[in-house]
């Protein structure tokens, strides 16, 4: 098996993290419509704003993926790990993520997208 070039390995990692990003804010969302807070709409606006910058970059990485003719699973998750399946060109690699670190990951990413809603208000 060839080993993947480092442009592979970062499409994959991104994809993988705006995928859960994704599905984490969406849980959000709906958590927070039906929390009983007074002021909903600013927390509403702020995720759905992030939501819909994580798809258009997903959308983007889906298609390069596309391209590439790859295509990436998850296969199992536990309390410690999530494992992915990756096919490319007619091999299949796997990739195990601690949930710890991949939890990390995602807040930091999660956090550099609320900062471009606040820079999107500045301007």
Do not use: C, W
């Not at 889906?62 to 992915?84: A, G």
């Amino acid at each position: 098996m060839k080993p993947l070039k480092q442009k592979e390995e970062i499409l994959i990692e991104r994809y993988i993290l705006l995928t859960v990003s994704r599905q984490i804010l969406e849980r959000d969302l709906s958590a927070f419509r039906q929390a009983p807070i007074r002021l909903k709409d600013p927390y509403l606006h702020l995720i759905e704003f992030s939501i819909t910058t994580l798809s258009k970059e997903l959308r983007h990485i889906k298609s390069e993926l596309q391209k590439q003719k790859m295509t990436i699973h998850r296969e199992s998750v536990n309390d410690s790990f999530s494992e992915y399946v990756i096919y490319y060109q007619g091999y299949t690699y796997t990739m195990t993520y601690l949930n710890v670190h991949l939890k990390h990951q995602v807040q930091d990413f999660i956090e550099e997208v609320f900062s471009q809603f606040e820079h999107s208000f500045a301007n």
